[in-house]
């Protein structure tokens, strides 16, 4: 079965910092892209980072940015969120999402790990 | 990098057809046909419905069309049926090798 699997959400205090995971099988993890994808409570979804294949290019959202680490594992088939400095803002289910190389569509999702940023 | 912008909510009843309009920018919508559309229930991961502005996944009824003109994408459903219910949002490749997402429309069958 084609899936991946986030962990590593919980309640972290802001200022504080949190590593998710996320975990893929049934397909080649490493001819995807993988993407960050997230949504606070209540609201729609929001695209926050994305690596490619080999793991040498990655992009951020502005609002990340200078806060969050993409990285990836292909040995281990597993994509990792590194967040630094969280803010009340980044209160939200985060999502990852497999793009296949060469295609721009999001076929495969997660199930989501909820993040919450509170003193 | 600003949202895409969808309508709040849309609403039809059983059998007749609704379009959510998806309007972008030069930077995404209107120099790409990298639009696609997904679809979320409450509580659950989001579902691909339409990739590449027009094409079905495997499985996705053929009820979900797409299409695009200039700077705007549109999702039109038909025949609408009650598990239709659930927010859509569409998402384009931007010009910076990124994302972008509308803030989601709700559909609701009446």
């Known amino acids: 079965e084609v899936q991946l699997v986030e962990s590593g959400g919980g309640l972290v205090q802001p200022g504080g910092s949190l590593r998710l995971s996320c975990a893929a099988s049934g397909f080649t993890f490493s001819s995807y892209w993988i993407h960050w994808v997230r949504q606070a409570p209540g609201k729609g979804l929001v695209w926050v980072s994305r690596i490619n294949t080999d793991g040498r290019s990655t992009s951020y959202a502005d609002s990340v940015k200078g806060r969050f680490t993409i990285s990836r594992d292909n040995a281990k088939n597993t994509l990792y969120l590194q967040m630094n400095s969280l803010r009340a803002e980044d209160t939200a289910v985060y999502y990852c999402?497999?793009?296949?190389?060469?295609?721009?569509?999001?076929?495969?999702w997660g199930k989501g790990t909820t993040v919450t940023v509170s003193s | 990098q600003s949202a895409l912008t969808q309508p709040a909510s849309v609403s039809g009843s059983p059998g007749q057809s609704i379009t959510i309009s998806c309007t972008g920018t030069?930077?995404?919508?209107?120099?790409?046909?990298?639009v696609s559309w997904y679809q979320q229930h409450p509580g659950k991961a989001p579902k691909l419905m339409i990739y590449?502005?027009?094409n079905r996944p495997s499985g996705v009824s053929n009820r979900f069309s797409g299409s695009k003109s200039g700077n705007t994408a549109s999702l039109t459903i038909s025949g609408l049926q009650a598990e239709d219910e659930a927010d859509y949002y569409c998402?384009?490749?931007?010009?910076?090798?990124?994302?972008?997402f509308g803030g989601g429309t709700k559909l609701t069958v009446l």
């Open positions: 998402s384009s490749y931007t010009s910076s090798s990124t994302r972008v």
């Open positions: 590449d502005v027009t």
């Open positions: 999402a497999a793009v296949r190389a060469y295609y721009y569509y999001m076929d495969v």
């Open positions: 030069s930077s995404d919508i209107g120099v790409y046909n990298y």
